[in-house]
């Protein structure tokens, strides 16, 4: 336990510290909601799910500012490995699977930050906590999404060389992770060849989670929202762990 | 007299490179010990696998006693090391970077802060320990690195390459550093480089390596001897003329090389008038001579026939070659 939080605390460190890294990753996530919220709030028609587009899209927003944050987080250990830093911790006398599990809870915690931040901005907009067992069940799901997407990363990270594929990653997985999620739109609504599709992704259950937490509407059930996102973030862990493993310097 | 690195046949193979070639060597405890050698020759391939960052293909080795294949976490306890390239987190400060080393190798609280103070003042980063390590020059960053991996308290520290980099005024003061680390707290240290003058003025012994095999080791001062006196060395157009003239029975050693004549002999100023009276009598022309103690550059061009920057040309040239083979570029 000592080592992870000492990897954690290094995260935290740093997270603190990167006040433009803070803001810059806010940043999207925000004007999302302000662009396409307030554009799109009066054409738009939810049919069943209330008149109000923001409310639906605040949630798909604190998703996508945790999904991004974390993935980031995990995928920074190239970083680390190209600057050196890696060696420092891999020689140390500790295990390859603590110094991940370090990272993920690193990566993790301030990728929950970043969404409670839109979370807190969303409530100047106009959204309205439910209830307070209503906001934990979102804040879970978040914590959820924050563990499973920075051991994605993590595992993105061991099998990278350099930074060369960032680019690739994050426009040929991460967005369309994002896009599928039905963080932006009903996913009821969709044609009947993109509807499977969106199960397919896991975020689509940590939106809708969120969704049914902030909103207490959702699309799917909860609970399978929290068997599917679960077992994604065990799954993403141990393969994560599996792979930072196998890192060589 | 304790033994702190035991090696036996230790081999790493690359694909079809043979990095480190079934070397063997012991280093008694205390001692500085220096793997002197070109770029590519299997020092830091060797420092790896010491240091349990890289599997040996064959052989052992024992640092303080613990197989390093064995148990690597009782190896990585008892060594520190200081890699070529730089390990820290630069937007972390000093102190915590010592904290965060601390904190890895699990050393209590109140021990740990007694001994990062006591360390950043021997390294004299005390004033310095709360700004961020970006700030820092390259020497700083040096010393900082050396401090952490003295942390723990390491009976074997590793120095990859220690002073790389590093302008002379810097190298001389970590030079010192580290000859006053060794005397004072018996660490033994194991560093690396390609620098002649490094491994004459620290080491205790030498081990001169290329292509991954030891070829010499021994004292400095015993290497240099080897050579046989002083050097003389002669440009000059016609070298093999110089050779054929100089049949002199003092001459302990000759060697062609670049277009210079490299002459190993005792009492090198008594006879430099004949040398040249020789030469001159041959109509050989001279274009410069001079005459020099010998140094470590001068044992690896009589062990190899090549000087250090030479070899480190024609080993990149095969490690090259090796990438292409291995479908990289």
């Known amino acids: 336990m000592d080592i992870i939080y000492t990897i954690w605390l290094r995260s935290m460190k740093r997270f603190i510290r990167s006040k433009s890294r803070i803001i810059g990753s806010i940043a999207m996530p925000l004007f999302f909601l302000l662009f396409l919220g307030f554009g ?16 639906f899209l605040i949630p798909g927003m604190v998703a996508m500012s945790v999904l991004f944050t974390s993935v980031f987080s995990g995928i920074q250990i190239i970083w680390d490995k190209q600057f050196g830093f890696l060696k420092e911790t891999l020689v140390a006398p500790v295990t390859r699977l603590e110094i991940m599990l370090g990272q993920t809870a690193g990566g993790a915690t301030t990728a929950v930050i970043q969404g409670l931040m839109i979370l807190i901005l969303s409530l100047l907009i106009g959204l309205s906590i439910q209830t307070i067992p209503g906001f934990l069940i979102a804040i879970g799901f978040m914590v959820l999404i924050g563990i499973g997407f920075t051991a994605f990363g993590i595992a993105i990270a061991s099998s990278m060389e350099d930074m060369n594929g960032f680019q690739l990653i994050m426009n040929f997985v991460i967005f369309p992770i994002f896009g599928l999620s039905g963080a932006l739109f009903p996913i009821s609504s969709l044609p009947g060849w993109l509807g499977p599709i969106t199960m397919l992704d896991p975020l689509t259950y940590g939106v809708e989670g969120i969704r049914y937490g902030l909103t207490g509407v959702s699309q799917i059930n909860p609970v399978i929202c929290f068997a599917v996102i679960g077992g994604f973030t065990v799954a993403m862990t141990a393969i994560g762990a599996y792979l930072f493993r196998k890192i060589a310097i | 007299m304790t033994i702190a690195i035991h090696v036996e046949n230790l081999t790493r193979r690359f694909n079809d490179l043979v990095a480190v070639d079934h070397i063997s060597f012991e280093i008694a405890q205390g ?42 976490d009782g190896v990585r306890r008892s060594i520190g090391i ?11 400060t000093a102190w915590e970077n010592m904290d965060f080393h601390g904190r890895l190798y699990r050393i209590p609280s109140d021990i740990r802060n007694l001994r990062i103070d006591e360390l950043l003042k021997l390294v004299e980063l005390f004033d310095r320990k709360d700004d961020i390590v970006k700030t820092f020059s390259g020497g700083m960053r040096r010393r900082l ?41 018996g660490i033994t240290i194991i560093l690396t480089t390609h620098y002649m003058e490094e491994a004459d003025r620290l080491c205790n012994r030498v081990a001169i390596i290329d292509h991954g095999k030891i070829i010499a080791l021994d004292t400095p001062g015993n290497l240099k001897d080897g050579i046989g006196g002083d050097v003389i060395t002669i440009k000059s157009p016609e070298t093999a003329k110089i050779v054929e003239t100089l049949k002199e029975p003092w001459i302990n050693r000759m060697d062609t090389h670049e277009g210079e004549v490299v002459i190993s002999l005792r009492n090198a100023e008594q006879h430099l008038s004949t040398i040249v009276t020789l030469i001159v009598a041959r109509q050989i022309p001279i274009s410069s001579i ?20 030479e070899q480190e040309a024609s080993t990149t040239e095969i490690m090259r070659q090796q990438m292409k083979k291995m479908g990289r570029h």
Do not use: C
């Open chain 2, 31 to 72: 001692e500085i010990f220096g793997l002197l050698g070109p770029n590519g020759a299997g020092k830091t391939t060797t420092l790896s696998m010491l240091a349990t960052m890289l599997k040996p293909s064959e052989g052992t080795a024992m640092v303080n006693g613990i197989d390093v294949e064995r148990d690597e």
């Open chain 2, 82 to 92: 200081v890699f070529q390239d730089q390990s820290l987190d630069e937007e972390l």
């Open chain 2, 145 to 185: 690195e050396i401090a952490r991996g003295l942390l723990h308290h390491p009976s074997v520290l590793f120095l990859d390459e220690p002073t790389l980099g590093l302008d002379p005024q810097t190298r001389n003061h970590l030079w010192q550093y580290i000859a006053t680390l060794s005397r004072e707290k």
């Open chain 1, 40 to 55: 799109l709030n009066s054409v738009v028609n939810l049919p069943g799910l209330g008149e109000n587009y923001i409310q």
């Open chain 2, 290 to 309: 001079s005459i020099h103690k010998p140094t470590l550059e001068d044992v690896f061009l009589s062990f190899t026939g090549k000087t250090i920057r």
